[in-house]
């Protein structure tokens, strides 16, 4: 009786930000099909802003982590810990954010030495989702995470995560090496979770300003010869998953930039830019 | 002097009595009444408890012209009712356990205080409880309608919600194609 009674007289409107309160909190599938519901509900669920992004700066004694927002208030979102307690890192020495990618975060981390004196342990790989409090230690890499006794460097890695194509992610360990006194990227080691492995594959030189992007299946850096080198992917199973992550076969492209990058030169995922670089 | 003296002393006596008063009253747009406990609106409304500390509650009741007397009446229950409330283990453990989810289930009594509520108060609930800055009521309200939305065809959601179709027929057969997988077995 009631229900009948207060359905048709309903609350017309939800202002979005309540709309998307209650959407924020609907199981995958539940959100998906309220798509169906408009075109204001399917711009809800799609658009990507406001959006919360992990960024790490320096407080003048360590490297810190905490949540920038695109738009919005800019407080952290609710229901994840970005303190990353739920990590056992009071064992650990040190640890880094190297990147951060659609949720997930990568970070490098050290034990402390297992006597005060003793040789320093090697780093190593963990990622982890701080909204489920999840995290994985990675295998090592043929290279230790962080290495760098000048002549050869692997202290960038960037984290590839797509939860709208697979619920599997990539971690790519570049390697430089010294040219005249300059480091170019000489090879890329890719650990699939998938697989559980890591892969190695050597390639051209580029010199990196830093800044890595995955996006649509593709991991970009920027380089200092103003091209976004892109990782592309090949191979006969593209057709049947777009979207898939195939590392066969690659080749570094070059493609000169018609127009500025997003925030620091570093393509993002609300610019499209280096979606229609990749294109 | 020993006037003066008095007077002092009963502006005094006055100013403590408003300070321990544990209640502060609210209007509603409509100009209804409510009484509600001053620690819980303090503690569960960030925007109640800046008026509280900067002073900017009225003894004779402090306007809220957003918010209608049925929405108001429900934001002082809820608050009287967690001011009785003992708080339960789940509410004051800390967020840092290792295995709990950091949004906490609602407690039996704030489900059945939400469960109770016809649709056009629980969304007017949503609404003042949004405007109040009061978090945990947010919360228990939205995870109450996200609930309803549950195992609900897009025809019975717009219902829910009083929402029109603005799709064409056509570009809703797509979406639908493109999102075959969410409706699987319902």
Redesign the interface.
């Known amino acids: 009786m009631e229900q009948q009674a207060t359905t048709t007289a309903a609350a017309p409107y939800l202002p979005d930000e309540l709309i998307a309160e209650i959407l924020s909190r609907l199981p995958a599938r539940s959100l998906c099909r309220s798509k169906c519901v408009s075109r204001r509900w399917r711009h809800l669920i799609t658009d990507p802003s406001p959006c919360f992004y992990f960024w790490t700066h320096y407080d003048g004694v360590q490297h810190r982590w905490d949540f920038v927002a695109t738009n919005g208030d800019g407080g952290p979102p609710r229901q994840v810990d970005s303190s990353l307690s739920f990590l056992p890192s009071s064992s650990w020495e040190k640890v880094e954010v190297l990147d951060s990618c659609n949720g997930l975060l990568l970070l490098r981390c050290c034990c402390s030495p297992a006597t005060g004196d003793g040789p320093p342990q090697p780093a190593f790989y963990v990622v982890c989702n701080p909204a489920t409090k999840e995290w994985v230690a990675l295998p090592q890499p043929s290279l230790e995470p962080g290495f760098d006794d000048f002549y050869t460097k692997t202290c960038r890695a960037a984290l590839g995560f797509d939860p709208s194509v697979s619920s599997h992610f990539h971690v790519f360990q570049l390697e430089e090496e010294e040219r005249c006194y300059d480091h170019y990227v000489s090879a890329v080691e890719i650990y699939s979770s998938e697989t559980g492995a890591w892969v190695r594959k050597e390639k051209r030189w580029y010199r990196l300003t830093g800044h890595m992007t995955f996006l649509n299946g593709f991991l970009h850096l920027t380089t200092w010869e103003n091209v976004l080198a892109t990782r592309r992917r090949q191979g006969p199973d593209m057709e049947d998953h777009p979207g898939a992550v195939q590392w066969g076969v690659w080749e570094w492209f070059r493609q000169p930039l018609s127009r500025p990058l997003g925030v620091h030169g570093c393509p993002n995922q609300t610019d499209g830019c280096a979606g229609d670089l990749c294109s | 002097m020993e006037v003066d003296k008095g007077k002092g002393e009963a502006e005094e006596t006055r100013k403590v009595a408003e300070a321990d008063r544990d209640t502060v009253t609210l209007k509603s747009s409509d100009g209804k009444l409510f009484e509600v406990s001053k620690e819980a609106a303090a503690r569960l409304s960030t925007v109640l408890a800046g008026m509280i500390a900067g002073g900017s509650i009225d003894d004779n009741g402090t306007d809220l012209k957003q918010i209608g007397s049925e929405a108001l009446e429900n934001v002082v229950d809820y608050c009287n009712k967690h001011a009785n409330s003992i708080p339960s283990a789940a509410l004051i453990s800390s ?2 356990s ?2 709990t ?3 906490k289930e609602p407690e039996e009594w704030e489900r059945k205080f939400v469960d109770r509520l ?3 108060a629980l ?2 609930l ?2 003042a409880a ?1 405007f109040l800055g009061m ?1 945990r009521l ?1 919360d228990v309200t ?2 109450k ?2 609930e309803m ?6 025809d019975q ?11 064409t027929k056509e570009e ?1 057969e797509e ?2 194609q493109e ?1 075959a ?3 699987y077995d319902d």
Request: hydrophobic letters at 40%; one cysteine or more; proline letters at 4%.
């Open positions: 967020s840092i290792f295995n989810a950091p949004f016809s649709h056009d969304f007017d949503v609404e949004n978090e947010l939205c995870h309608i996200s939305m549950k195992g609900k065809s897009p959601i717009r219902e829910v919600f009083n929402i029109k179709n603005d799709y809703l979406i639908r999102l997988w969410a409706f």
